[in-house]
């Protein structure tokens, strides 16, 4: 099995060139919303490890609600944020990335402060690489070649059974998936569908992966006796600030509202980032960091196929802290609109949405830190898109494919792998077509 | 009954009432050119309102207006900006239109009305008679108009087709109960079971809704109701609320191709009548005379009273392969009938597994929203002359003149309710785990990006492997249409007496 990486390189905008940056952005569209995937300043196509990737300018417009709640407001940076995630280490990734596209890379990045002709390229990206809190991959191990080759699989199934559906159809399940079977074996001999099996799981990764799943429930079960005599603190404290903290969630400024909207809808996925500052004071701070904490320990061993918590929908995402923890990004990669993505939020996991982002400035009103808050549907919305950052360039390299699409491409391809089935399990499985 | 929650006589009719019993209509779509004028007319103007009358009424008539409308007969911007977005920006913006379907030959501007803000409508008068009356009615208004300010700009004639719609179905089956009487608690839990008794508040602005709060609208300080016609706003106490019992009309005139769709499915069943009027039925949900097709629960379900028990007490739990009602047909998609959380026990720890997201049964188990926070009440009516099924076909699916359906519905939250279910769900090509296909009834079968194509539907069979229909055309043109909004009765008043120029 081989598991996903991920970066983002980060590094402050020298904003006297914000424009000549903003056109390099744009130079890579096809269009507003749609990127050319052979682009001159990284042609994202070539890179056949590459899943996701985002270049974005991290402009707070909620700066200012720090003022609002009558906080100092730090003058910080405007960053501009390159992510991707792919396959395999990061090391080679960078490398080869920097390697193939230096020149567009040095483009790009001469737009930052301290980058300049001189910078060693590969080694700069590594040192302005932020670390995530939490990282959410949506199928730990599946790669980007199983995606193709599972994919082109159905889609060659699909197509025999529709030219064979009345013979088909006449067959018991298992006699039909032994046709099935077959066909794909006479396809895989002529080299028209191919199936590659899954490389070994790097040691490191397992060592390391065992040692951080073993770790984390003896560091807390070390904390529980000091977390318990906090408990009724933090509940105090908690409380406390829950009935004072105010909610700024007026209706997002139509134009920004625009703006976001010609970026969107132009495939069946699409990108969201967002910024906002945290309340200010170590409260705030600590039970961020440890509720991301915790949710990273849920995504890397237990929400790794297909969901998180009751969300299906996101391929990709990750929440990072900013300036010493000032601010948090949340970066994702989802299946359809933003409205809708948003009353699937609510509906689906609202709780988790407070759990985390009733921790920034604004955040609709919460108690006991899961309830309500987002369940103020209309205020949430308003809370989101005003926070929601346009995503100047976005690559998905199965822009067709939802998460739900590769689940079951993946689910086809381990039914025909298997040595055998019941009448009952072929059935089920032949309902995935 | 008695509803205690609500003032019917501050209601406009089309809410409570399908008008069914007035079955011939029309709609007239006018500008206004004087605003003066046009609110002195609309003092005069006999709005029906949804108070239940001793003897049925043999004419109703029904205002509307777009967001231009409202600015054009004298409400202020403060007011009027704050309206959704959906409604101010129109049914033709641009991201709208991707997400609607309204793509390709069903973009805006092949629309004959409403596909940009210069054949939009100011406002729409709906006409509703007796059989025999419309005629006379209708005349007497469109004579009044160019006193009243206002020009006709169009005017769209409804048909009666006996309650059936232009491909032969019997329509008008299914709806949500309003809960005139607050009876839903409403306190933000989970639903547990799926139910049809939904929050007033999704259907009239200014009353509680499916989350327990009120949909933003235009709220506005006392001093700009001097004369104080407008109603207090129930959760913002000292201001008043001018959309207070008033609700968004979502209004598409939808092209059937009776012909098309009927010479199709002949083809693919190689005219067997039988077998094409099944194949119609499951790309619908139900059958022609409007019997469901899932099994009937045996548990009542709230909401679905006992009259229509046989034609709606059934949810999708007992058909979770679809070989009965197929995923992707038209009443499952537009109305999945689930509940806040995937089936399972009433158990704590059961809630818990679910609420994790572990409770859902394959791949399948999870996939749609929670239905509540998607309903709309629909108040469509056909247009045209009706195309019996053998003469579709004999004529090789040509047919001359337009027939269709006058696509109306009422919602609170445009973008969370109509947008959400023609976009979300019927139009998607992904909807509830499956892909290559939309709506087989309303889907465009335009091209998605990257997608190999959007034009089959999918059957499932109790043998496993499901049947699959491909290269199906598209059934339905959109033709024009608008988001209005429909004012309450005391709303209608504030804007006639408005005193601007
Ligand atoms: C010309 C286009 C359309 C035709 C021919 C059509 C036809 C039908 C028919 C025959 C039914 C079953 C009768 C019933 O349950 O009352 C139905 C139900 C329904 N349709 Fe449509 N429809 C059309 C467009 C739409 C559109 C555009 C929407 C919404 C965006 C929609 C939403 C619904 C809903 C919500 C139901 C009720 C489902 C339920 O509660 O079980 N329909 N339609």
Redesign the pocket.
């Known amino acids: 099995m081989t598991p996903q990486s991920y970066f983002m390189v980060i590094a402050p905008v020298d904003l006297s060139r914000e424009s000549s940056l903003r056109e390099l952005l744009a130079s890579m569209n096809h269009r507003e919303g749609v990127v050319n995937p052979n682009n001159d300043v990284i042609p994202f196509g070539r890179f056949e490890r590459l899943h996701f990737a985002r270049l974005v300018l991290l402009k707070d417009q909620t700066r200012g609600d720090l003022g609002v709640i009558g906080a100092p407001q730090a003058e910080l940076p405007v960053y501009l944020a390159f992510l991707c995630d792919f396959d395999g280490p990061l090391d080679s990734f960078m490398s080869e990335l920097a390697g193939q596209c230096e020149a567009g890379l040095r483009r790009l990045f001469s737009h930052c402060q301290g980058f300049s002709n001189g910078t060693h390229l590969a080694r700069w990206m590594k040192q302005h690489n932020q670390r995530s809190a939490t990282a959410y991959v949506n199928w730990i191990g599946r790669t980007m070649r199983q995606v193709r080759e599972e994919d082109a699989l159905r889609q060659s199934l699909e197509s025999y059974i529709d030219g064979n559906q009345a013979s088909l159809s006449r067959l018991a399940p298992t006699e039909a998936r032994r046709e099935l079977v077959s066909f794909v074996k006479r396809e895989r001999e002529a080299g028209r569908v191919v199936l590659t099996e899954p490389d070994a799981t790097p040691l490191s990764w397992r060592v390391s992966n065992a040692i951080h799943l073993l770790g984390v429930p003896i560091v807390l079960l070390l904390l529980t006796p000091f977390l318990l005599l906090y408990l009724p603190i933090f509940v105090i404290q908690l409380r406390r600030r829950e009935r004072s903290d105010a909610e700024i969630a007026p209706r997002p400024d139509p134009d920004h509202a625009a703006n976001l909207a010609r970026l969107e809808d132009h495939f069946v996925s699409n990108q969201f980032s967002a910024m906002g500052s945290l309340k200010p004071g170590l409260f705030r701070r600590w039970t961020l960091s440890f509720i991301l904490w915790v949710i990273d320990y849920t995504t890397r061993y237990i929400f790794n196929r297909g969901h998180l918590a009751r969300v299906n929908t996101i391929h990709f995402a990750r929440w990072v802290f900013l300036d010493n923890k000032q601010r948090l990004l949340f970066a994702s990669n989802y299946d359809g609109g933003l409205d809708s993505y948003m009353d699937d939020f609510i509906n689906k996991v609202g709780w988790g949405l407070n759990l985390v982002f009733s921790n920034g400035i604004g955040y609709p009103k919460t108690n006991w830190l899961i309830l309500d808050g987002a369940k103020d549907e209309q205020k949430f919305k308003y809370f989101i898109r005003r926070h929601e950052l346009p995503t100047e360039v976005w690559y998905d390299a199965h822009p067709g494919l939802t998460t739900v699409n590769l689940e079951r491409n993946t689910l086809i391809r381990e039914g025909l792998e298997r040595s055998s089935m019941s009448e009952g399990e072929a059935r089920d499985w032949l309902r995935l077509f | 009954m008695k509803h205690s929650k609500i003032d019917f006589k501050d209601v406009q009719g089309l809410v409570r009432y399908g008008y069914g019993r007035l079955p011939e209509s029309c709609f007239l779509l006018l500008e206004i050119i004087s605003p003066r004028a046009a609110r002195d007319w609309l003092k005069t103007l006999d709005v029906a309102d949804a108070e239940e009358l001793s003897t049925p009424p043999d004419f109703a008539l029904q205002v509307a207006f777009t967001h231009s409308g409202l600015r054009k007969i004298g409400l202020s911007s403060e007011i009027a900006d704050q309206f959704s977005q959906e409604f101010k920006t129109g049914i033709y913006e641009e991201s709208r239109s991707k997400r609607l379907g309204d793509v390709g030959e069903n973009a805006p501007r092949e629309w004959q009305w409403g596909g940009d803000s210069d054949n939009t409508p100011h406002l729409m008068l709906m006409l509703y008679s007796v059989k025999g009356g419309l005629e006379a009615r209708k005349n007497a208004t469109v004579d009044g108009l160019s006193s009243a300010g206002l020009a006709l700009r169009g005017c769209l004639t409804s048909a009666d087709f006996g309650g059936v ?1 232009p ?1 032969g ?6 709806q949500p109960t309003v809960d005139w009487d607050g009876k839903r608690k409403l306190d933000g839990r989970d639903e547990l079971e799926y139910g049809n008794l939904v929050a007033l508040g999704e259907f009239l602005l200014g009353h509680r809704n499916e989350y327990g709060k009120y949909t933003d609208r235009p709220l506005l300080d006392l001093a700009n109701d001097p004369r104080g016609i407008l109603a207090e706003a129930e959760d913002k106490p000292g201001k008043k609320d001018f959309a207070f019992n008033g609700t968004y009309l979502v209004f ?1 005139q ?1 092209q ?1 191709h009776v012909g098309r769709f009927w010479k199709f499915l002949d083809d693919q069943v190689g005219g067997d009548r039988s077998e094409r009027q099944r194949l119609a039925e499951l790309m ?1 949900g ?1 059958k022609m005379g ?1 019997e469901a097709l899932a099994v009937k629960s045996s548990s009542p379900i709230p909401g679905i009273d006992s009259d229509k028990r046989d034609a709606n007490q059934f949810t999708f739990s007992s058909d979770p392969d679809g070989t009965r009602c197929p995923f992707g047909a ?2 499952r998609r ?2 999945p ?1 689930n509940a806040d959380l995937p089936d399972g026990t009433r158990g704590l720890l059961s809630k818990l597994i679910r609420t994790l997201g572990f409770g859902g049964k394959g791949f399948r188990g999870d996939l749609i929203s929670s239905v509540r926070f998607h309903r ?1 009440l ?1 108040r469509g009516v056909e247009y045209g002359e009706p195309l019996p099924v053998n003469d579709a076909i004999k004529n090789g699916g040509n047919e001359i003149g337009e027939r ?2 006058h ?1 109306i ?1 009422l919602n609170a939250n445009i973008s969370r309710q ?1 947008e959400f ?2 976009g979300a769900w ?1 139009s998607s090509t992904k909807f509830d785990g499956m892909t290559e296909e939309s709506d087989p ?2 889907g465009n079968r335009e091209a998605v990006s990257e997608c190999p194509f959007t034009n089959s539907f999918s059957i499932p069979q109790e043998a496993g492997l499901r049947r699959r229909i491909s290269g199906i055309p598209a059934f ?1 043109t959109v033709r024009g249409g608008s988001y209005f909004f429909l004012p309450g009765i005391r709303a209608l008043r504030y804007l006639s007496s408005l005193e601007t120029d």
């Open positions: 719609e491909f179905f019997k329509d008008g089956i299914s598409r939808l059937q619908v139900r409007g038209h009443v537009a109305n009938r709309i629909r269709g359906l696509f519905c109509f279910i023609q019927l009834i309303i339905i």
